[in-house]
């Protein structure tokens, strides 16, 4: 019974799994309170669930290695980042002005928006798996 809750065990290492998870989730919810930061955070997160893999890559602690990340990758997120919330406005705008048109021009319009909306999820999930190579 002793060893039914330990680290080697197959439930207590399913229970230090689902921790460090919502460990992660928490973190990345605290890093990302700053909206420019949310790329960075995103990284930092991918790339601790990455190393969770790999049992041996992770015994510095997930906090460690989620700050780690986040302090490599910020310099090089934040262009994206800002590029991304770029591409979010344009298509807020499209959807909103998009009411007072022609039908015509309104589906020229929605074809774009689901243009931009497709690029915009290239662009975010680009940063991050080229930030974990």
Do not use: H
């Not at 197959?10 to 420019?36: K, P």
């Not at 048109?101 to 662009?123: C, E, H, P, T, W």
């Amino acid at each position: 019974m002793k060893d039914f809750l330990s680290p080697d065990s197959l439930i207590g290492g399913f229970l230090t799994t689902i921790f460090n998870l919502m460990l992660l989730n928490i973190l990345w919810l605290f890093s990302s309170i700053f909206v420019v930061t949310i790329g960075a955070s995103t990284i930092a997160l991918y790339t601790v669930t990455f190393k969770m893999t790999d049992k041996s890559k992770i015994q510095q602690g997930v906090v460690k290695i989620y700050f780690k990340a986040f302090r490599d990758n910020f310099r090089q997120s934040i262009p994206v980042t800002i590029m991304f919330y770029v591409i979010v406005g344009m298509l807020f705008v499209n959807f909103n002005f998009s009411g007072m048109l022609s039908d015509n021009i309104r589906v020229v319009v929605y074809g774009a928006s689901i243009a931009l909306m497709i690029l915009a999820i290239v662009i975010f999930e680009y940063m991050n798996i080229c930030f974990l190579l």
